[in-house]
């Protein structure tokens, strides 16, 4: 995309002969839309749980003092759309720290396996309500790791919510953690609707969604892999993919339990 300025030369009233300037803006006008594109999908993540925790609220409130296990019900679906809402705001918050290159990475002591403990007992309701066969394989302790609790957690977190978000009903998920030497490795394979392989590299790219008609009625930002992955990079660590179409993905996440932790 050209951008075309044209500069008179010469004394006002005596104009001869004009220069003409081009300008490539290409890559503003690319970086404009996808500020554009990310405004809309942010605002539509952030939307889908507050209309959630609205339409719970207003029925909670109509409950009958005797009804106590829907209300039950009600203030544990209101408690998850909190948890995914702060989940969006901190995401939102990390791509534009990341870009502006300010992402602090704290040091603390992170029991991954107590992460994964607690993000069983996250995912299983979601899991029975799709009826998805949801399996975590954890040994029972593992080394500590150095690193942000919180930005480790939220690159687990978009794993197994992925797993769970593109596995169609009757699927299955296992969860798999494992030491091998100076790595702790955490496996998520489903038997979802899998990724084309001239995708699977870019998955990772911010905004990026498949392809995929199946994707249609499902949500998503396409931030969360991006992420994801950046923020277990500053750890010395990774993710990768493995996925078949129609048959299933493995995602991968490898995290050094020495981290030499990097801010950007
Ligand atoms: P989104 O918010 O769209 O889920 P992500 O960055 O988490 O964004 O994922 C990017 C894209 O990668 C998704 O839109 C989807 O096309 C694909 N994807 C991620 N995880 C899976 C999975 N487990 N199975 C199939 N496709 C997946």
């Known amino acids: 995309i050209m951008r075309a300025t044209i500069r008179p030369v010469g004394k006002p009233g005596q104009l001869r002969s004009a220069l003409v300037f081009f300008e490539d803006v290409t890559q503003q006008r690319t970086a404009d839309q996808s500020r554009n594109l990310f405004v809309a999908q942010a605002t539509h993540e952030l939307r889908t ?4 925790i609205g339409l719970y609220l207003e029925r909670a409130i109509d409950l009958d003092d005797d009804e106590t296990a829907d209300r039950a019900e009600c203030l544990n679906v209101i408690n998850q759309e909190v948890l995914r809402l702060g989940r969006v705001v901190e995401e939102v918050l990390s791509v534009s720290e990341i870009e502006a290159g300010s992402l602090k990475v704290r040091h603390d002591d992170v029991r991954v396996d107590q992460i994964m403990q607690s993000l069983e007992h996250e995912y299983q309701p979601q899991a029975r309500e799709k009826d998805i066969d949801l399996l975590f394989d954890l040994p029972p302790k593992l080394s500590v790791v150095q690193g942000d609790r919180e930005k480790i957690t939220l690159a687990l977190h978009n794993l197994l919510g992925n797993a769970i978000k593109y596995t169609p009903a009757e699927g299955k998920v296992r969860v798999q953690l494992l030491e091998v030497d100076n790595d702790i490795t955490v496996s998520v ?5 899998g990724i084309n392989e001239d995708e699977l590299s870019k998955v990772f790219e911010k905004f990026y969604r498949a392809q995929d008609d199946r994707l249609q009625g499902i949500g998503g930002s396409g931030l969360g892999l991006a992420l994801a992955r950046d923020v277990i ?18 995602f991968t996440l490898r995290l050094p ?8």
């Open 49 to 52: 749980p507050l209309t959630n």
């Open 189 to 193: 394979t489903d038997t979802g609707i």
């Open 233 to 250: 990079r500053l750890h010395g660590g990774d993710i990768t993919v493995e996925s078949e179409l129609n048959k299933g993905s493995t």
């Open 257 to 264: 339990i020495n981290a030499a932790v990097s801010s950007t």
